[in-house]
């Protein structure tokens, strides 16, 4: 097994954040295997979604409608509509698995691996990138 933390700038601005190339550079020596990506914090996610073509902004709008960013939770600190934040492991989960076959991630042509954080108040996160051999 083989793991290394990756810090990603995420300032202020809330969203996706493309990890597929680190991902890719990661696993190229390696043979086989699987390779697991995991952020360790509540209020963030990793999804395989195709990026660009508008599908980053229709991802977090529908973020934002299924889970408002407005008062109606209970936790309250930080930014307006904080809460809904951590109810983002319902929707999108702190890890996924992505199959690596002969030192290449085995995403579909469109697929690419990234954060979301639509939390604007923390301005980095740690994702652990964990490759395991098969």
Do not use: Y
């Not at 977090?60 to 936790?75: E, F, I, K, N």
């Amino acid at each position: 097994m083989k793991s290394i933390e990756v810090t990603v700038q995420t300032g202020t601005r809330r969203g996706l954040f493309d990890l597929t190339a680190e991902c890719a550079r990661f696993v190229a020596t390696e043979g086989d295997g699987l390779l697991n990506v995991f952020v360790a914090h509540a209020t963030a996610g990793v999804v395989v979604t195709e990026l660009g073509a508008g599908s980053d902004e229709d991802l977090v709008a529908a973020m934002d409608t299924l889970l408002p960013r407005d008062d109606r939770w209970r936790h309250r600190h930080g930014s307006r509509g904080h809460g809904a934040d951590h109810v983002v492991p319902l929707l999108a989960s702190p890890s996924v698995m992505i199959p690596v076959i002969g030192g290449r991630l085995a995403l579909g042509r469109w697929q690419s691996i990234a954060l979301l954080d639509p939390n604007a108040d923390n301005d980095s996160r740690t994702v652990r990138l964990t490759f395991v051999t098969g």
